[in-house]
């Protein structure tokens, strides 16, 4: 059973637009979220993270929502810009577990058009 | 800045190989993880190591064994290879408990074609 779920596999936007990513999850011990880009070839980057005590954080062109009685959170990017195009992955995890371990999602892929 | 390192971008092997997979660390974490990536399946966990010689079991355990001899050191084993192991390997670490900024660090993968 899939826990974290990124049900759209891939996106495409115009430079300079927004771009909104959308991840759902179904466990709810998770209290921790965070996002990872990666591009072709290399090993996937952190991007940006949310505890569930919050609802928002943002970091430069990128803002992550979380809506925790949806069990939902997306990744904003404004404005987008064709470096952003790569797969994006959202994963979650019990913070308060013995270990720590991140669950993924299958990842969306962006693409953003000059 | 974290690194890890996979000794080998790209492998090819043949089926029945067993095949070693090398990961370093240098940032001390206690944790230490090996994914593979797949087109559309997105990354799965195969093992992971909280501490020296220990080890459990992810989502996707079979055909993998797995080595933690030092702290900096994590090793994926395919004892027997198969053409479904074809795939892209991602080694990673952690602290035990990053605190506030919990987060874990990828390598930049390993391409293995078993043929």
């Known amino acids: 059973d899939q826990q974290v779920k990124q049900n759209s596999p891939s996106l495409s936007v115009q430079e300079g637009r927004i771009s909104i990513l959308n991840c759902d999850y179904t466990?709810?011990?998770?209290?921790?979220f965070l996002w990872y880009k990666k591009y072709p070839a290399e090993g996937p980057t952190f991007l940006i993270s949310?505890?569930?005590?919050?609802d928002k954080n943002e970091d430069g062109r990128f803002t992550v929502f979380l809506n925790k009685s949806a069990k939902h959170l997306s990744l904003h990017i404004v404005p987008s810009q064709p470096g952003d195009s790569a797969v994006y992955f959202c994963a979650a995890t019990d913070s308060g577990g013995s270990n720590y371990k991140l669950t993924f999602g299958k990842g969306t892929l962006l693409t953003v058009n000059p | 800045d974290v690194k890890v390192t996979q000794s080998s971008r790209y492998l090819v092997k043949r089926t029945g190989e067993k095949v070693f997979l090398e990961c370093v660390q240098d940032?001390?974490?206690?944790?230490m993880f090996w994914y593979r990536q797949d087109p559309g399946l997105g990354l799965r966990l195969i093992y992971f190591s909280y501490d020296v010689k220990m080890k459990e079991k992810g989502d996707i355990p079979e055909g993998y064994s797995v080595s933690r001899e030092k702290k900096e050191r994590f090793s994926l084993i395919l004892e027997s290879a198969s053409t479904n192991q074809t795939s892209m390997y991602l080694c990673?670490?952690?602290?035990?408990?990053?605190?506030?900024?919990?987060?874990?660090?990828f390598g930049e993968g390993s391409w293995l074609t078993v043929v």
């Open positions: 949310i505890s569930s005590i919050k």
């Open positions: 466990n709810s011990m998770f209290d921790y």
């Open positions: 940032m001390d974490h206690e944790n």
């Open positions: 990673a670490s952690s602290l035990r408990h990053p605190g506030r900024r919990n987060t874990i660090y």
